[in-house]
């Protein structure tokens, strides 16, 4: 599959590690473009949610 070449894409907020972050439709997504840039914005990790202390 041929990926779409874009300037920037902004991820901002999914909170990977809570229930309804949506992570596997966020990975699909990603595979599918080719960003010059990409821009974290927010909560993209909520660490309190793991069971394992850090």
């Given amino acids: 599959m041929k990926k779409r070449i874009i300037e920037v894409v902004v991820i901002s907020d999914i909170h990977l590690g809570t229930y309804g972050c949506h ?23 909520d660490v309190w949610q793991f069971k394992k202390r850090y």
């Fill in 23 to 45: 992570a596997k439709e966020l990975l699909q997504y990603l595979k599918t473009i080719q960003p010059q840039m990409v821009v974290l914005n927010g909560d993209i990790i």
